[in-house]
């Protein structure tokens, strides 16, 4: 099999002048693809006497490894010998993980293994060479040469491994690039579905007899060998066996060498690499992380702490568009507060930041800790690591969003007068292991946040974890009873090249459910990350790095050869017993047929999405009446389903769509205006279809609207159903539809002002006192009559048009949508909604460092301590949601995570069922839910109020036996019981959930 090779960055600089001149096209344009001249098939060999050279071998990988082997074979002092030098090109921390050479005979048999080491290394330009001598060399044989592993932070989703290119020595051919090559395949088993491990498992491998009907049987041996990942070093090693036991003594980065012997030489071989993360702990105590070691702290009140501060603002010059950086800027100073002394943000928009961590790990989660006084309304705007974490906090009295435009409700929230604490669970990607964890605080400014002070912090600290608790409820609900709760974040994977980072986060959390978005932006975003699977449907263009501007070229990658990571994320979601409910974002494929694209009232094409990086402007959008777009859809599903095994599927539960951009936008195509017509019998005047489109008004419109909506849910419904085929969930669960774009609430004009708008009266509302600001009135029913609306270019969703097997997500911010139970129960089923938690747009704070792209900091915002849970317990209360996401930019992080974890415990041990509110008699300051599901009641109590209390409720049941917490210590509770019903005490904390089963 025959694959495109790639082309370095070195290689393009010694391109012709017309590359050059192409290029430059490209950068003025917009548009143009970089010209790649056509890649070889063959690599050049040269002969001596007793000497064969196979030169520039490329790598194996998805035209973004650059990496070249140069292989020769000489024979001297009547012994032959192999050797490899390997050549890399200066990268932005790409790691290459244990490259190798091997010789296999016509049959695929390996004859000889040549390691250039066995640990992880940084591409950082130069070379590596290696030789051993060879037992024999037959006339004819094959050179294969690759990796365990390969990361480029630029396209994680490229890489992976074990891949290798090989060659035909005779020709010079290329025969293959892709995955490592075996004679026979599953000749060695284990019982580790992935790559990834917890200390204190154990990995079996055994010998397996070939598959294929007719293989020659043979007595198989197994060789093992065992090394460090980071240092090389040989841990254990085997010879000769039928079977072999890994059971690593710490945590860390390893490789694992197997290979199974047979007539001639090795059959088959594996080489993988292994994550061992610190052992999980099962916990009911929300407050206990694990067993934590401290691995540095920053003391940011004091002048000559040993780590280096590194603060700055923005200014904007007269005449210039964007924020600059001047050469010396001062952005922050210390101060003292009651505490003692602490480092504060001393400009408007200014920020400081810390680099922490000693000797960090890849692949190993941290707990970062952030102490800060809560002694007046601030807003903390973070940016963690690389940009991976980006979460921002309110303190005391603050508003929904911390900009003017978006200000919807006043909150006030009591201040603790004291040191609070945030923290995170981070994890330790390619930056952080070369530079440590950069942890900075940015001010949104006084025009974007009037009501917050500047932002304080007092002291950093950085632990490792020994071993990480995850919370788990007591008592095992069946499947189809089970709540969910997960994170939805915008891209495939994460930034940080950690690549199971957010499953392992929503574990220690206390999420049951992850929520890849396989298909992002539809497949058109700024890298390569956008889609998950393996597509014909979506060709990937390679893209290249000229003078440090990106390029897209003019080839294609081979999306055959694209690393499983959509499998591999089923594996490790299977291993920590998560559910996977995967979300794609659906415009119609590269394939769609033009005229099945989607067309605006006036005719015109809906606007593309442009992208950062050079390259065309791309149509997204669909006709949903269009045969072709089902035929499309159904493509695409099958894609993403049809290579996963069994074991994979049984993980998979509701599929998600999202609306994004314009993909699913009501069409006003010449096709689908007939079809209207015809289907409905409705008669649009007009002679032409220009004319029809400008007849489409009033009762005309809203009629087209609900009938086109109609046919957009039934083509997702459609897609559900062949989506069920490929999962093995015995209870067939509706699909999750979220139907409004990024900002996430529809409400333009409800509440916010249309940004056309805000710039003419902005100037005059932020010099007005604060009490004087004036905020919109936003009652239930205008949350009601807002859905269904034409908003800010966004078509609300008609309740009237879903069918019964979706279920829409209605977006939830603030105190008035978590409230109002009509609203919740809008598109509710059976009285079990979906909601999603999610900001109304992301910040626009920056921290702008010189030299370097700024940071975007305090992305997704969130109240302080206790009171981070506000908007679920709310929605829990007031319409018994079943469903809850959070919408976060990034991998699960929640500032407040004993808050978070305490909450989802209690709200996961609750059956997935209809919860009636019980009344209480008196002042009972609690709101209680109650349900019987299989001979045991569940009944739920919370308090919605800002101070912690305790009181007596009473619940309709004639008798019971027990009453037992469901999180917390298994104790049974006192309860006294009277012909009105049980009663017992219960103390709840300020926003809290208890859950409790009756038997």
């Not at 070093?233 to 980065?253: H, L, Y």
């Not at 500047?454 to 089970?482: Q, T």
Request: contains cysteine; aromatic residues 10%.
């Amino acid at each position: 099999m025959t694959m495109p090779t790639t082309i370095t960055r070195r290689a393009i600089a010694l391109l012709a002048g017309a590359v050059l001149l192409s290029a430059a096209t490209a950068l003025s344009a917009g548009r143009e693809r970089l010209h790649m001249p056509k890649p070889p098939d063959s690599v050049r060999i040269v002969r001596k006497a007793g000497q064969w050279e196979f030169l520039r071998i490329p790598s194996p990988g998805n035209n973004y490894d650059e990496l070249r082997y140069d292989v020769r074979i000489a024979s001297e002092g009547g012994r032959v010998y192999l050797h490899c030098t390997l050549f890399n090109t200066p990268e932005v921390d790409d790691r290459i993980t244990a490259p190798y050479v091997r010789l296999l005979d016509t049959n695929g048999v390996e004859f000889a293994l040549l390691m250039l080491g066995t640990k992880t290394y940084w591409s950082q330009g130069g070379q590596t060479a290696e030789a051993i001598a060879l037992p024999f060399l037959p006339r004819a044989y094959y050179i294969a040469c690759g990796y365990v592993f390969y990361c480029d932070t630029s396209y994680e989703h490229m890489q992976g491994g074990p891949q290798e290119t090989i060659v035909d020595a005779e020709t010079g051919k290329i025969v293959h690039r892709g995955a490592m090559r075996n004679a026979h395949e599953y000749l060695a088993e284990t019982d580790r579905p992935s790559s990834l491990m917890f200390l204190g498992d154990t990995m079996r491998v055994k010998v397996a007899e070939p598959p294929a009907a007719g293989t020659n049987k043979f007595n198989a041996r197994l060789d093992y060998a065992f090394f460090d990942g980071r240092t090389g070093t040989k841990i254990v090693s085997g010879e000769d066996a039928t079977d072999a036991v890994f059971f690593p003594k710490r945590r860390g980065n390893y490789v694992l060498s197997l290979s199974v012997k047979g007539p001639g030489g090795i059959h088959w071989r594996d080489l993988r690499p292994l994550v061992v993360l610190p052992k999980i702990e099962w916990t009911s105590d929300p407050a206990y992380f694990g067993r934590l070691a401290i691995n540095d702290a920053i003391a940011c009140g004091l002048s000559n702490d040993v780590h280096g501060v590194e603060d700055g603002r923005p200014v904007r010059s007269l005449g210039e568009k964007e924020d600059r950086l001047t050469d010396r800027v001062v952005g922050s100073s210390l101060t003292n507060f009651a505490g003692g002394m602490a480092r504060i943000v001393s400009h408007d928009r200014g920020f400081f930041g810390y680099t922490i961590g000693v000797n960090l790990e890849q692949n190993m989660p941290y707990l970062l800790e952030i102490e800060y006084p809560e002694d007046t309304p601030r807003t903390f705007a973070f940016v963690v690591g690389g940009g991976t974490y980006s979460p921002g906090i309110h303190t005391g009295h603050t508003l929904g969003q911390p900009e003017p435009r978006y200000f919807a409700e006043q909150i006030s929230f009591p201040l603790s007068l004291t040191m609070e604490k945030a923290q995170f669970i981070v994890w330790a990607g390619d930056e952080e292991v070369r530079e440590g964890l950069f942890v900075g605080v940015a001010d949104p400014g006084t025009l974007n946040a009037p009501f917050s002070r500047k932002p304080v912090l007092a002291r950093i600290a950085l632990y490792d974890f020994l071993s990480i608790a995850c919370v788990r409820p007591r008592g095992a609900l069946p499947e189809n009873l089970r709540r969910r709760v997960w994170v939805e974040s915008e891209e495939c994977m994460p930034r940080d090249g950690v690549r199971f980072s957010p499953l392992i986060n929503a574990l220690f959390y206390g999420q049951n459910a992850v929520s890849p978005v396989l298909l992002s932006w539809n497949g058109h975003g700024d890298f390569n990350n956008t889609i998950l699977f393996r597509s014909e449907r979506y060709p990937q263009p390679v893209r290249m790095f000229l003078d440090g501007v990106e390029y897209e070229t003019d080839r294609v990658e081979n999306p055959t050869n694209r690393y499983d990571f959509w499998g591999e994320y089923l594996d490790w979601a299977r291993q920590a017993g998560l559910a996977v409910c995967p979300r794609i974002e659906y415009g119609g494929s590269s394939l769609l047929p033009p005229d099945a694209r989607a067309v605006r009232k006036d005719g015109s094409d809906y606007p593309g999405v442009l992208r950062r990086s050079t390259g065309a402007i791309l149509a997204d959008s669909v006709d949903a009446t269009h045969p072709a777009a089902r035929a499309d859809a159904e493509a695409v599903i099958d894609e993403c389903f049809r290579t996963l095994t069994d074991e994979q599927r049984s993980v998979l539960r509701e599929l998600g769509f999202r609306r994004r951009a314009h993909f699913l936008s009501t069409s006003f195509s010449e096709r689908a205006i007939a079809a209207f017509e015809a289907e409905t019998g409705t008669a649009i005047p007009g002679g032409t279809i220009e004319d029809k489109r400008t007849a489409l008004t009033g009762p005309q419109l809203d009629a087209y609207r609900l009938w086109y909506q109609r046919k957009t849910l039934a083509l997702l419904a459609a897609l559900n159903e062949r989506y069920r085929g490929y999962t093995l969930a015995q209870t067939p669960a509706p699909l999750s539809y979220y139907h409004w774009t990024q900002p996430g609430m529809p409400y333009e004009g409800l509440y916010y002002v249309p940004e056309v708008e805000w710039q003419k009266t902005g100037r005059r509302l932020r010099r007005l006192p604060f009490e004087g600001l004036p905020l919109p009135k936003i009652t239930c029913e205008d949350l009601v009559a807002a859905v269904p609306r034409w908003t800010d270019g966004d078509e609300g969703l008609i309740a009237a048009a879903v069918p019964s097997g979706i279920a829409p997500t209605l977006p939830v911010y603030g105190a008035v949508a978590s409230v109002c139970q009509p609203y919740l129960e809008l598109f509710s089923r059976n009285g079990t909604p979906a909601a999603r938690i999610t900001p109304p747009v992301f910040s626009v704070t920056q921290l702008y460092r010189k030299g370097r792209p700024p940071y975007y900091a305090g992305e997704t915002m969130y109240h302080s301590r206790e009171f981070s849970m506000l908007e679920p317990l709310l929605a829990f209360c007031a319409g018994n949601v079943v469903q809850i996401s959070f919408d976060q930019s990034h991998p699960a992080c929640f500032p407040f995570p004993v808050a978070a974890r305490r909450f989802f415990a209690n709200y996961l041990a609750l059956p997935a069922v209809p919860m009636p509110l019980v009344p209480q008699v008196g002042e009972v300051p609690f709101i209680v839910r109650m349900a019987a599901v299989g001979g045991a009641t569940y009944v739920a109590v919370a308090n919605t109020g800002f101070m912690p209390v305790q009181s007596r409720i009473l619940l309709p049941i004639a008798r019971a036996e027990q009453i037992r917490p469901l999180t917390g210590a298994d104790e049974p509770l006192p309860f006294f019981s009277s012909p009105s019903g049980i009663s017992f005490d219960v103390a709840l904390g300020p926003v809290e959930l208890k859950s409790f089963i009756i038997k």
